[in-house]
């Protein structure tokens, strides 16, 4: 749970406040995850998501080299739905 | 074991163990901090391929390993309580309290729900405003802007009915709890690429000065633990203790200052049980009495509890970098990922579950 998962932005939704919502797709997923720590980010960036909440900008090469590698060795589960672990 | 082309770059990776090789005329003993480390390490058989002169040791970097009992008995005892839903990540679903863990406590009908954030848990809480939602936040500083976050949504939304039950830990005190142990013989740290791009270097910089230790802040990926590890050796062979990022492309040496501000905004420091280690000063996070509302330990009135560890089970040592999951008896037999006796085994990031899948990969093989 520590590792934090590169996405791409896909729109961004809703600002309450300080509050930013976006849609990041990861591979073929496509999760929620807020912005409110990047307020510089946009459409099109590429971001670290921990926990639903991206962390950091990250630039797209990087991105895509991360995701790979965390598709190889099973870094995704995080991403999965509560029944993909039993729950 | 891993032959060189199965990696993805499998020319780096012999070019920085043909260095490393040849940079390396003594013994060392390094330790990586961060659990996602240990697993790619042991995952991806580096631990065998690296020169026998170098000791790789295998740190607490493992959130869900050093959650204390005592906090998962009171997460269990809140998710029992008729009006409460209690949350938190999936790792969690395993790590056994006392007498089960909050699997089971599901199984027997408590309402216990698993989420990839604790975002998720405030929407469960605006959904259900006659319920209390209490998210089970651990993590290091990595997850630490999240539920931070959480508790400033729930505010921003006037929700009264959500809370943290926190078990927050942190990098730096920790590391200087191994320095000063006098058993752990640590020449080197890799430190975690992940922690730093939320809380950057700074905090490391008086730890290198002061022990003259070397830190160089990885990645996780192969290349990057490899390169981490050439790094650290050409430093300790020529006798230096500097302060490195071999994670630069995506660690700035000031990591994310607003991650850090909100961190701040909701947590402080504070003295931090770690299951298998004990009390380290200062290296934990609590909720700041301003956001007392938020905070479960102060909704429930959740008295502090601390229960001691199996005896059976050598996980402190393991965390301490004194001993390996191979050193302990039961690994494999007694305990293994469906049946843990100790928190390392439970979370894939855990030292004993990335030996207990590497063995079982090389067996099946
Ligand atoms: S193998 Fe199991 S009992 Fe042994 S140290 Fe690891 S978690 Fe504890």
Redesign the pocket.
């Known amino acids: 749970m520590c590792l934090a998962i590169p996405g791409k932005i896909r729109s961004i939704e809703q600002t309450e406040g300080l509050i930013r919502r976006a849609k990041v797709v990861f591979g073929s997923i496509v999760k929620e995850a807020y912005l409110d720590m990047i307020p510089q980010a946009k459409e099109g960036d590429y971001v670290l998501v921990h926990a639903g909440v991206a962390i950091n900008l990250v630039n797209e090469e990087e991105a895509l080299k991360t995701f790979a590698h965390l598709q190889a060795y099973g870094g995704l589960e995080d991403l999965l739905p509560e029944e993909g672990i039993g729950g | 074991m891993k032959y060189l082309k199965e990696y993805r770059d499998p020319e780096l990776v012999e070019k920085y163990l043909q260095e490393i090789e040849k940079v390396t005329t003594r013994p060392w003993v390094l330790m990586e901090f961060c659990g996602g480390q240990t697993h790619s390490l042991v995952k991806n058989g580096l631990i065998q391929i690296l020169p026998e002169k170098i000791r790789m040791v295998h740190g607490p970097g493992c959130p869900v390993c050093v959650t204390p009992l005592g906090v998962i008995d009171q997460a269990l005892q809140l998710a029992f309580k008729e009006d409460v839903i209690l949350c938190s990540f999936g790792d969690m679903l395993r790590v056994p309290g006392t007498e089960k863990s909050l699997l089971q406590a599901k199984a027997e009908g408590a309402e216990v729900r698993f989420f990839y954030s604790p975002m998720e848990a405030v929407q469960l809480a605006r959904d259900n405003p006659h319920k209390e939602v209490v998210f089970f936040a651990v993590g290091f500083e990595t997850t630490a802007p999240a539920n931070a976050l959480s508790v400033l949504h729930a505010r921003q939304y006037g929700l009264t009915n959500y809370s943290l039950l926190t078990s927050h830990v942190l990098v730096p005190p920790a590391m200087r709890a191994i320095l000063e142990d006098e058993e752990s013989h640590i020449d080197g740290f890799l430190g975690a690429g992940n922690v730093c791009s939320v809380m950057g270097l700074e905090d490391y910089a008086p730890i290198v000065q002061e022990y003259h230790i070397p830190i160089v802040v990885t990645g996780f990926e192969p290349v990057d633990l490899l390169q981490g590890i050439l790094m650290l050796i050409v430093q300790l062979e020529r006798g230096e203790a500097r302060l490195e990022n071999q994670y630069s492309r995506v660690v700035p040496y000031e990591g994310n200052p607003s991650a850090r501000a909100v961190i701040a905004e909701v947590f402080e420091p504070t003295h931090q049980e770690w299951r298998g280690i004990g009390v380290m000063p200062g290296s934990g996070l609590k909720m700041r009495k301003a956001f007392a509302a938020y905070d479960a330990n102060v909704k429930f009135g959740l008295a502090p509890r601390v229960i001691p560890d199996?005896q059976?089970?050598?996980?402190g040592e393991?965390l301490r970098g004194h001993k390996k999951?191979l050193d302990?008896?039961?690994?494999?037999k007694?305990?293994t990922p469906l049946n843990?006796?100790?928190?390392?085994?439970v979370s894939s990031e855990?030292?004993?579950a990335a030996y207990y899948h590497l063995m079982a990969e090389v067996e099946g093989a």
């Open positions: 199996s059976e089970c050598i996980a393991i999951p302990c008896p039961h690994f494999g007694k305990c843990p006796l100790g928190a390392p085994m855990g030292a004993c």
